[in-house]
């Protein structure tokens, strides 16, 4: 069964007034990918361990997301006994969105059915939720795409477009040029390997209007030398930076420029 198979059976609208209330965007693109993984539900039997999914067919994606970096908010059996620092609670947001998804799923397909078991102990767990919501939570970018001549309404994806778009306004990955809207959020394996500059050397750019990303050198970059993205609007002041770097992103900027802005 395809993704859209599943959503056509799992009524997730209380799921997405969750997130507009909130302003909540990384439940969506977990519950996406869990619906996915539901979908191959009924499939061969797929094995989830040491925070990576393997198996047959359709779980490859998810797969290439287990390379991704995470926040470090899983907890439950499933990672107990893990190295690594302390592991904090995940965010509400993420477990209500679970149980949303949860009651959704046990609603369209039925308890008992595949789907529903996979959620209680199988592939899409509470845990494998908040672990995917937790590497989303740290990878996703905004797309961001010329606004429409005529209108200022942002092409929705997949229905998500209006809390996504508030949402991620001010506080996403790539360019905030004006005269473009936020379309959604995407996860781009490659681009995720980039590191944070308030001073980057690449600018990510959609420049042909869909989510096609485009990385392009701001400046001449020497042999070697490490390229950069900006997480967020380098126009903002240190202190903003600073704060949004740490909280979003567990880490203090020391890039050039916020060494050179440093007030001491
Ligand atoms: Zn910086």
Request: net charge neutral; hydrophobic share 40%.
């Amino acid at each position: 069964m395809t993704f859209l198979g599943v959503q056509a059976r799992a009524d997730l609208s209380a799921l997405h007034r969750l997130c507009e209330q909130r302003g909540a965007t990384v439940p969506l693109l977990a519950a996406r990918a869990a619906l996915t993984q539901l979908g191959a539900a009924t499939g061969p039997v797929l094995k989830r361990g040491e925070g990576a999914w393997s198996g047959a067919g359709i779980s490859s994606s998810l797969s290439l997301l287990s390379l991704l970096c995470k926040v470090n908010t899983s907890q439950g059996p499933e990672t107990e006994g893990l190295r690594g620092p302390p592991r904090s609670a995940p965010p509400r947001n993420w477990t209500e969105a679970y149980e949303h998804l949860r009651a959704a799923v046990g609603a369209g397909f039925g308890e008992g059915s595949p789907q529903a078991r996979a959620m209680d102990g199988g592939t899409v767990t509470a845990g494998a939720f908040t672990d995917l919501a937790a590497r989303f939570h740290l990878n996703r970018f905004s797309v961001e795409l010329p606004r429409p001549l005529g209108g200022a309404a942002a092409a929705g994806a997949g229905g998500f477009g209006a809390a996504l778009e508030e949402a991620l306004a001010g506080n996403v990955a790539g360019g905030t040029g004006g005269g473009s809207s936020r379309a959604g959020s995407a996860v781009y394996l490659v681009p995720s390997l980039f590191n944070h500059s308030c001073e980057p050397s690449v600018d990510v750019a959609f420049p042909g209007g869909t989510a096609a990303m485009e990385l392009r050198a701001r400046r001449d970059v020497a042999a070697g030398e490490e390229l950069t993205i900006s997480y967020l609007d380098s126009a903002l002041p240190r202190a903003q930076r600073q704060e949004h770097l740490l909280k979003g992103y567990g880490f203090e900027c020391r890039c050039p420029l916020c060494e050179e802005q440093r007030e001491d």
